[in-house]
């Protein structure tokens, strides 16, 4: 997620994570969100935010 009219693409920070963090560290593959899945006190859902990367894993393999 980005903060609101900030655009942000998997070169830009691919290369932040070259020049900040290890090669070790850096991810994969990047996954970009509008808005992350939120309960009614405002905590992020964790577990949605599992099953939509998994849902995403298996739509990238077929």
């Known amino acids: 997620m980005t903060r ?15 020049q900040r963090m290890a090669s070790f560290k850096k ?3 990047y996954l970009f969100r509008s808005e992350l899945p939120k309960n009614s006190y405002g905590k992020i859902l964790k577990t949605d ?11 990238a393999l077929t």
């Not at 609101?4 to 070259?18: I, K, R």
Request: proline fraction near 3%.
């Open 4 to 18: 609101s009219g900030v655009a942000l693409d998997e070169t830009e920070l691919s290369a932040w994570f070259v």
């Open 49 to 59: 935010l599992r099953q939509s990367l998994k849902a995403a894993s298996i739509a």
């Open 27 to 29: 991810p994969k593959k």
